[in-house]
């Protein structure tokens, strides 16, 4: 044992008479200890170590077939009052809940070994640091955690003899999908989850306590957890300035967190440094009443498929070492791994095991087929941030990051712009409540379906989404030195469905616009919907097939879309009920009334 604390003691000691381990093992985060429960998951087939040479500290695992994916249909908050989680959430009472999942725990790691994961969100020690413990049957939950989270004695030093942290617990049990519950008590600090292994369901630090959890505690006390990435801009002169942004899946998130500047703008010196990929905590910093933000994780858990030296050879480097992959193809020739999208050299028939263990022949795969891949399309990789070649210098920062611009994203065809600045942190709260996707081939049911889902939060909120709303705007009468709010739209099509904007390291050239409008340093135009860059302002320097006709086109509002827009808002403010709060119904009035005008 590491601590004293009777509060974890107590609660442990209960969880263990539950579930019945044949033996409770304590996580110190030394190097030694990890490296046993590697050689253990070699040794039992949990996991495969890689070619050292090629992929120095690197393992692959698998998970069960029918365990691939976070189920958002299976994830519940657990509130005392149901309105309190809202419409959009999942809602069981608590009391009813944990009988179920109690029945279900009952005997579930006889047999097996029960871990204690003592970890931090954020830099231990810090002020934005928030502890938890999870306890687990898994080995391969404890490899993640260490790489995803900072695990060790430190964590319980920190915590000391308080109550005062977030209580996980997770067994495999037999990761029965009819049985499989991610749950959240936020009133409790308590996450359970059962019957599944797979990293977005188990990794309890990650959406569960970052998101999930954070996002109460934050409107309790005044900060906010956002499903946001945080990246710098260099300039030329030295002078580094921050962005958070928020974009739903399937958005390029963790292609913009890892931005490469185009030729033009390398030469003349700027630089693009990742503070994170996925979660920000941002608190008001007293001192100069600016928002700062921090990264609570240690590691980044990256989607495989599409990742490659063009479209992320940050992300690509990173996971060269010290990484576990998931459910990717084990190429045998020499002992590596693939997946669809990294390069045109797939293990040929006879090297290739696919993500299920089963023998792949590269020759049948067909694209429009997804159960023809070798890796399975959200296959993942689990990488040390510290790894990452363009990590921030500020990346173990006790005090953030100052944000100058909070940014949202949406996959728009026709209506949003390519940038558009709010008109105030009220208006932009709004833009943000707005936000939405509309669907692609790649994701399931119709094409062009409009997902409202507000601030990239839709699946994340650990409560009431229209009580989510009222803290930001809330947040926004509190920050002396608020960012400024804006919206990007990297997917607008002409009429033959071509994207008309490169995208990719080009984004820089929109995130310029967008500084400079942080520092006042350029002029806008000012329409129905927000502020639009005059077309001359966006640098096109060095884009071959990008006119100043191109940048009019993409900065254009077409009023028409924008006005059949506003039935489905009305519809989606509706869905979240009657908790939205007044300001934004006020704010959608005012839009309705300028675009008809």
């Keep these: 044992m590491m601590t ?62 029918n365990d691939v994916a976070r189920v958002e249909g299976r994830t519940y908050i657990c509130t005392e009052k149901q309105e309190d989680a809202g419409n959009i959430n999942n809602w069981m009472a608590p009391a009813e809940m944990k009988e179920k999942l109690f029945k279900l725990y009952r005997g579930s790691m006889k047999g097996r070994t029960m871990y204690v994961i003592p970890y931090s969100m954020g830099v231990v020690g810090s002020d934005f640091a928030k502890y938890g413990i999870e306890l687990t049957d898994s080995i391969y939950v404890v490899l993640n955690m260490l ?12 915590l000391g003899d308080s109550p005062d942290y977030i209580k996980g617990l997770h067994a495999r049990a037999d990761i029965d999908e009819e ?85 033009i703008y390398r030469e003349k010196g700027y630089k693009v440094w990742c503070v994170g990929d996925d979660i920000a905590w941002l608190r008001i910093n007293p001192e100069d009443g600016k928002l700062y933000a921090v990264n609570p994780e240690n590691g980044f858990f990256g989607v495989a498929p599409g990742t490659n030296e063009k479209s992320n050879p940050n992300a690509l480097h990173t996971c060269m070492r010290d990484t576990i992959f998931t459910n990717v193809v084990h190429n045998t020739k020499d002992n590596t791994v693939w997946w669809e999208g990294l390069d ?30 070798g890796a399975h399309p959200n296959s993942r990789f689990t990488a040390l941030a510290k790894n990452c070649p363009c990590i921030s210098s500020e990346f173990n920062s006790l005090k953030g990051v100052p944000i100058s611009a909070i940014v949202f994203g949406g996959r728009r065809a026709k209506t949003a712009p390519l940038v558009y600045q709010s008109t105030s942190w009220q208006n932009g709260t709004f833009v943000g409540s707005i936000m939405a996707s509309e669907t692609t081939a790649a994701a399931a049911g119709a094409v062009g379906v409009v997902r409202r889902d507000p601030m990239a939060m839709r699946p994340f909120v650990g409560y009431n989404m229209g009580d989510y709303w009222a803290h930001w705007l809330e947040m926004g009468k509190r920050i002396p030195n608020a960012p400024k709010i804006f919206h990007v739209n990297w997917f607008r099509t002409d009429d033959e469905g071509h994207f008309i904007w490169p995208g990719f390291g080009d984004n820089l050239r929109v995130l310029d616009w967008i500084l400079a409008r942080c520092e006042d340093k350029v002029e806008a135009d000012l329409t129905a919907i927000g502020y639009v860059p005059k077309a001359e302002d966006i640098n096109i320097e060095g884009l071959e097939d990008v006119t100043l006709d191109t940048i009019k086109e993409l900065v254009s509002i077409d ?39």
């Design 4 to 65: 004293n604390n009777k509060f974890v003691l107590n609660w442990i000691d209960e969880m263990a008479a539950m579930t019945k381990p044949d033996k409770i093992v304590w996580i110190d985060g030394s190097d030694a200890q990890a490296e046993a429960l590697r050689a253990e998951a070699c040794s039992t087939g949990e996991m495969f170590k890689l070619n050292e040479e090629l992929l120095p500290n690197c393992y692959l695992h698998r998970t069960a077939v």
């Design 147 to 158: 790489i995803m989270t900072r695990v060790g004695t430190n964590v319980l030093e920190a």
């Design 179 to 263: 049985n499989r519950y991610i749950t959240h008590f936020p009133e409790t600090n308590e996450i359970m989850s059962v019957n599944s292994g797979y990293g977005g369901n188990v990794l309890l630090g990650k959406k569960c306590f970052a998101l999930r959890i954070a996002s109460f505690l934050g409107r309790k006390e005044g900060w906010m957890a956002e499903h946001m990435l945080i990246l710098g801009v260099e300039y030329p002169n030295g002078d580094i300035k921050y962005i958070c942004a928020a974009f739903p899946s399937a958005c390029g998130k963790t292609n913009l967190a890892m931005l490469i500047p185009p030729a």
């Design 344 to 373: 045109n050299n797939p293990p040929q028939p006879g090297y290739a095991i696919d993500w299920k263990g089963n023998p792949w022949d590269c020759t049948k795969y067909d694209k429009k087929d997804k159960s023809t891949c």
């Design 559 to 597: 009023k028409a879309s924008w006005i059949d827009d506003i039935a489905n808002i009305k519809e989606f403010y509706a869905l979240v009920g009657d908790r939205v709060p007044a300001e934004l119904y006020d704010e959608l009035s005012a839009l309705e009334a300028r675009l008809k005008a």
